[in-house]
């Protein structure tokens, strides 16, 4: 008889036979254990068949339905689970079957390795840039410029960071949690040179990405260009293995307007992103980091623009009405809170609201300032007035940071519950404009974020004004 046991060797007990009866001693276990009893191999075909059907889905997992070259792989493996499945199959072929699972997984997984290695290697392709900066890193190597904690804006270089004039303060997890304070309290404040934190591939990315430069609060950096047309690639990352705000961050705006939105960063993940701008007054001046910190490993700038029109900055809601302040200084959730506003929904806003416009250019994000200028569980409410000229189906796109409900003339459109940073289509719903005036109304509370901001576009329709 054979003893399996997650967290253990396979072994072997002994069994006393007395006629129909098998009695055996159970040896201790720390969860659970599986008792196999019968002939060797007699369980054989069926195991390799669930096995077969483990392996299966953990493949047509990983590709989410895009097979690309293995198509025909993928194909011919399902085919052999249809036949399984049937209950019509031997030995051979059960066996068969998981061997052919186990490829193709093995396969895909090969597949999403040199996707992404290709990926990591475009990432820092600078061939024709203006300037190729590598974050934290120590030796220039043509056309790299290294970038360090003291590399500080001259008109000699062209480049640099500036002072930091954010405001913010750091975060209850910034200053309270243990693990944060003993491994990185340096970088909740300063900006701080580390390396790549975890890279599992033999393969090492290009030296450019495997350092950053990283802080919990915004930092603002200038680079001099000729004014016109550039495409900017920047390459950000996770820079702790304690800090929890940059799991979601990454936040990027140039002049003033916001170009790139938080994104997830699991630890070790390297994360290339691109947008087109243009320069005025001679410069690019960016600021990183958002609600939550930051971490770039490399920035390239290069001539001429791939401008696309992105419809979240075209149809961006820009024009917003803003309420005061209510405070909730227990914390309640947002959806146990009920203020004034809410009992006249339609009739917003109000004479004490004040109207705040996002720029023209870039995500329509509304800043409703740092954590120095609201208390934790603050809500407030804001209105944007819609103009529809016929009865129309459009689409939302919001994000905040931090909890929110929204209606739409009065009838309830959802929650979106507290999540880090301010992602792009964090929340994506249908809506139903009528014709003429339609009052969006968003209900927002602050929680731990260095900065409250939240966003919204409405969707496949050229005929919506503010």
Not at 14 to 31: E, H, L, N, T, Y
Not at 120 to 142: R, S, W, Y
Not at 230 to 250: A, D, I
Request: a negative charge; aromatic letters at 10%; proline letters at 5%.
């Amino acid at each position: 008889m054979v003893w399996l046991t997650p967290d253990g060797e396979r072994q072997t007990i002994a069994a006393d036979v007395d006629g129909q009866q098998v009695k055996v001693v159970i040896p201790s276990v720390r969860v659970y254990g599986i008792l196999v009893i019968g002939r060797k191999g007699l369980d054989k075909k069926r195991s390799d068949v669930l096995h077969g059907d483990a392996l299966l889905a953990r493949a047509e997992m990983a590709c989410d339905g895009s097979w690309d070259s293995l198509s025909q792989q993928a194909a011919a493996v399902r085919e052999m689970s249809k036949q399984c499945a049937g209950g019509a199959y031997t030995v051979h072929e059960a066996s068969e079957y998981a061997e052919a699972s186990d490829k193709l997984l093995r396969s895909v997984q090969k597949m999403q390795y040199d996707a992404y290695m290709e990926r990591i290697q475009k990432a820092a392709a600078a061939n024709g840039a203006v300037l190729a900066l590598d974050f934290g890193g120590t030796q220039e190597e043509d056309p790299w410029r290294a970038v360090g904690v003291d590399s500080v804006y001259s008109q000699d270089t062209g480049f640099g960071w500036l002072p930091q004039a954010d405001g913010s303060a750091p975060t209850p997890e910034e200053k309270y949690y243990a693990m944060a304070q003993r491994y990185g309290s340096k970088v909740i404040a300063e900006i701080t040179a580390s390396s790549l934190l975890f890279w599992p591939y033999r393969e090492q990315p290009p030296s450019p990405l495997r350092t950053n430069l990283a802080c919990g609060a915004p930092g603002r950096f200038r680079i001099d260009v000729p004014n016109g047309d550039y495409t900017v690639s920047v390459v950000t990352t996770n820079p702790s293995w304690t800090h929890r705000n940059f799991l979601v961050s990454g936040m990027v705006s140039v002049n003033g307007t916001v170009q790139l939105l938080d994104t997830v960063h699991d630890r070790g993940a390297l994360v290339a992103r691109e947008f087109s701008i243009s320069a005025a007054g001679g410069k690019l001046e960016f600021t990183f980091g958002g609600p939550t910190g930051w971490a770039v490993a490399a920035l390239i700038i290069k001539p001429g623009s791939h401008r696309e029109v992105d419809p979240q900055i075209a149809y961006g809601l820009r024009k917003w009405h803003i309420s005061p302040r209510y405070q909730n200084s227990d914390w309640y959730p947002i959806t146990q809170v009920s203020c004034g506003p809410e009992k006249r929904l339609n009739s917003l806003p109000e004479d004490d609201w004040v109207e705040v416009e996002s720029p023209s250019d870039g995500l329509p994000v509304i800043d409703l300032g740092t954590n120095q200028e609201a208390e934790i569980g603050d809500i407030v409410y804001a209105v944007s007035t819609i103009q529809a000229p016929v009865e129309k189906d459009v689409l939302l796109h919001f994000g905040a940071s931090s909890q929110s409900q929204l209606w739409l003339n009065g009838e309830p459109v959802g929650y979106l519950p507290n999540e880090k940073g301010l992602r792009r289509d964090e929340w994506v719903v249908s809506l139903r404009l009528q014709k003429g005036e339609n009052r969006l109304v968003a209900k927002l509370q602050r929680f731990w974020e260095r900065r409250w901001m939240f966003y919204a576009s409405l969707i496949k329709s050229s005929n919506i004004t503010q």
